[in-house]
């Protein structure tokens, strides 16, 4: 379970609105996000105890309320619509930077720093047995050097809970 925290979906959910209006129109964009809350915080409940203090919780936070108003629309919103919609959210510029979009792993500087992050995510895993079969397993290929990140995951709290709750057509769509 993940507690509810009002700022992920106060802040995705109306540019989630925005966009599926002018995407899609008033009635859709309005019918998503007036019932969408009651959704997330269910969705937050359903959701693995990965740790409150889990440095990858952002994602499943910010993932969970797409899918919330994905499953709000009641079948007015198609996961490719999904996918239009997160993308634009994407490209929005105050997103890009709070997020880490802005990042360029062309840049050496960037791509230590994103191995830096990864690491010390991985380390809080290991710091945190508890938690550790329900979030996220990273596997690093150290032999690829310092300011390379070459990671992959065996395990990801996320995918598992898009199985369980027959949300696999929508995964990819937060995967931008």
Partial sequence: MLAYVSRYFNVIAPLSRRAIRRRYGYELAARAYNDARPIYRQMLADFPSIGADNPMADNAYEALVFFAMYRAADGGLTPDMLRAVVGDLFELPALKGAI???????????????????????????????????????????????????????????NDFCREQDLMTCCPSCAR
Avoid: I, K
């Fill in 100 to 158: 880490g979009l802005s990042t360029n792993l062309n840049r050496a500087t960037d791509m230590r720093r994103m191995n830096e992050s990864l690491r010390s995510h991985a380390r809080w895993t290991d710091e945190h047995p508890a938690e550790a079969p329900y979030t996220w397993d990273f596997n690093f290929c150290d032999s690829r050097g310092d300011t390379r990140v070459c990671y992959h995951f065996t395990r990801c709290p996320l």
